[in-house]
């Protein structure tokens, strides 16, 4: 199709589904957002490592064509003020796979989150956050190198979906009369009011997609993150039909937890991926306690977010944490930090969470040995004690670098 602003490259090919599965020629187009605040930076930094690896990886035989798309401040200037121009959906959907930088949110009305907003519209239902701890990076645990996790975070329902009422709005009493006269619910006079959908539907893809990635990446758990004690009929639900769905689709590769003792004495069988679940609350002591206990962790969307982070904050922090939205096909991969305004093209800022969003990237589309190659070239950076500001001030003898000459530094290490 034709966009208004959007190039689309013409040495590139398109990213197709075929049988189900996708289809990925040698020189696929993949979109990107620049992202605002400190979005250039990085993302100029990440493409270049990005660009770098691939030719390291596969001589020539591979390379990415890159198509800018616009949201946020940027596409605010481009489209009178618009920013989440309806195109940039179109593409998405066009081109299938993309990464984003961090987005900054108009104040005053309008979209509650571009980040929300940008799953939403395209149904891009799990939050995928890898947690992994990287030789060298600082860390506030005795024992980072024990953590290895992926959160899948259902992303479109629980508070998230918006549905909510101020307090003093005839929209928040309308609500509140029918709750307390035909409902019999109690609560205080001028409360704001929030409803909190779960469905089977939901619940049941986003588990379904979690353990689909445990059996492919070799996993051994996949564990539902509840509230199921209090809120029965949302997360008890979600933990309900999460087991469910295991064993309505994967009966034959996986097991429940109280199968692996009441039937193999607590030996997992090879092959079987055990489904358990955790409380929300302690599901936290357990990851810093006990976290060789876990693999996947499937999570409604708050709970989703509260752990994406503090996982994060054991391995090195959000600075370098990736993370993914996924549909059935459509992807936009994402730095999970802010926009850091006070850093705007300063060069100054760690790359990390985007760039190792782009190394999963690579690994959706099949390029894993480039995404490899980054791993490795960013974590001899790091030993080698040359890091950006956020880490070299908690390392003694490092040699802080800039954003651009971190890159650099990470490319010669390919």
Same mark, same amino acid.
């Given at each position: 199709?034709?966009?208004?602003?959007?190039? #689309?490259?013409?040495?590139?090919?398109?990213i197709?589904?075929? =049988?189900?599965?996708? =289809?990925? %020629?040698?020189? %696929?187009?993949?979109?990107?957002?620049?992202?605002? &605040?400190?979005?250039?930076?990085?993302?100029?930094?990440?493409k270049?490592?990005?660009?770098a690896?691939?030719?390291?990886?596969? /001589?020539?035989?591979?390379?990415?064509?890159?198509?800018?798309?616009?949201?946020?401040?940027?596409?605010?200037?481009?489209?009178?003020?618009?920013?989440?121009?309806a195109?940039? *959906?179109?593409?998405?959907?066009? *081109?299938? #796979? /993309?990464?984003?930088?961090? !987005?900054?949110?108009?104040?005053?009305?309008?979209?509650?989150? !571009?980040?929300?907003?940008?799953?939403?519209?395209?149904?891009?239902?799990?939050?995928?956050?890898?947690v992994?701890?990287?030789?060298?990076?600082?860390s506030?645990v005795?024992?980072?190198?024990?953590?290895?996790m992926?959160?899948?975070?259902? =992303?479109?329902?629980?508070?998230?979906?918006?549905?909510?009422?101020?307090?003093?709005?005839?929209?928040?009493?309308k609500?509140?009369?029918?709750?307390?006269?035909?409902?019999?619910?109690?609560?205080?006079?001028? $409360?704001?009011? &929030?409803?909190?959908?779960?469905?089977?539907?939901?619940?049941?893809?986003?588990?379904?997609? $979690?353990?689909?990635?445990?059996?492919?990446?070799?996993?051994?758990? #996949?564990?539902?993150? +509840?509230?199921?004690?209090?809120q029965?009929?949302?997360?008890?639900?979600?933990?309900?039909? &999460?087991?469910?769905?295991?064993?309505?689709?994967?009966?034959?590769?996986?097991?429940?937890?109280?199968?692996?003792?009441s039937?193999?004495?607590?030996?997992?069988?090879?092959?079987?991926v055990?489904?358990?679940?955790?409380?929300?609350?302690?599901?936290f002591? +357990?990851?810093?306690?006990?976290?060789?206990?876990?693999g996947?962790?499937?999570?409604? =969307? !708050?709970?989703?977010?509260?752990?994406?982070?503090?996982l994060?904050?054991?391995?090195? /922090?959000?600075?370098i944490? %990736?993370?993914?939205?996924?549909?059935?096909?459509?992807?936009?991969?994402?730095?999970? +930090?802010?926009?850091? %305004?006070?850093?705007?093209?300063?060069d100054k800022?760690?790359?990390?969470?985007?760039?190792?969003s &782009?190394a999963?990237?690579?690994?959706?589309?099949?390029?894993?040995?480039?995404?490899?190659?980054?791993?490795?070239? *960013?974590?001899?950076? #790091?030993?080698?004690?040359?890091?950006?500001?956020?880490f070299?001030?908690?390392?003694?003898?490092?040699?802080?670098?800039?954003?651009?000459?971190?890159?650099?530094?990470?490319?010669?290490?390919?």
């Amino acid at each position: 199709m034709t966009y208004e602003k959007i190039v #689309v490259p013409t040495e590139g090919q398109k990213i197709t589904v075929q =049988n189900e599965k996708l =289809n990925v %020629p040698d020189n %696929p187009i993949l979109a990107f957002i620049e992202g605002d &605040g400190i979005g250039y930076d990085i993302t100029t930094a990440s493409k270049r490592i990005w660009d770098a690896a691939v030719q390291s990886a596969y /001589g020539g035989q591979r390379k990415i064509s890159w198509m800018e798309i616009y949201s946020g401040e940027k596409a605010a200037q481009l489209y009178n003020g618009d920013y989440m121009p309806a195109e940039t *959906f179109e593409a998405m959907r066009e *081109f299938i #796979v /993309g990464i984003k930088g961090p !987005l900054t949110t108009p104040i005053g009305g309008g979209f509650r989150s !571009l980040n929300v907003t940008l799953r939403q519209v395209l149904d891009l239902y799990a939050c995928v956050r890898p947690v992994r701890w990287y030789e060298g990076i600082p860390s506030p645990v005795k024992r980072p190198q024990d953590l290895n996790m992926v959160i899948f975070r259902e =992303n479109t329902e629980d508070v998230y979906a918006g549905i909510e009422y101020e307090s003093g709005t005839p929209e928040n009493e309308k609500l509140a009369k029918f709750l307390r006269e035909e409902l019999g619910a109690k609560f205080f006079e001028g $409360a704001g009011l &929030g409803i909190k959908p779960i469905s089977a539907f939901a619940t049941k893809r986003l588990v379904s997609k $979690a353990i689909q990635y445990a059996l492919a990446e070799g996993f051994d758990t #996949v564990t539902l993150v +509840h509230k199921g004690n209090i809120q029965k009929f949302t997360e008890g639900a979600f933990r309900k039909w &999460g087991y469910e769905v295991a064993k309505e689709k994967f009966a034959d590769v996986t097991i429940t937890e109280d199968e692996l003792w009441s039937q193999f004495k607590g030996k997992r069988p090879s092959g079987k991926v055990v489904i358990n679940d955790r409380i929300a609350d302690i599901i936290f002591q +357990h990851t810093l306690l006990r976290p060789t206990e876990f693999g996947i962790l499937a999570t409604p =969307n !708050l709970n989703g977010d509260y752990l994406s982070d503090a996982l994060a904050a054991q391995v090195g /922090g959000l600075g370098i944490a %990736p993370g993914a939205n996924i549909g059935n096909y459509v992807a936009l991969f994402e730095a999970t +930090h802010g926009t850091a %305004p006070k850093y705007t093209n300063l060069d100054k800022v760690n790359p990390g969470s985007l760039l190792f969003s &782009g190394a999963m990237m690579l690994e959706y589309i099949g390029w894993r040995e480039a995404a490899t190659k980054i791993y490795r070239a *960013f974590e001899k950076t #790091v030993s080698q004690k040359i890091v950006t500001y956020d880490f070299a001030r908690q390392m003694e003898g490092a040699t802080e670098v800039k954003t651009s000459e971190f890159a650099n530094a990470v490319i010669q290490n390919l």
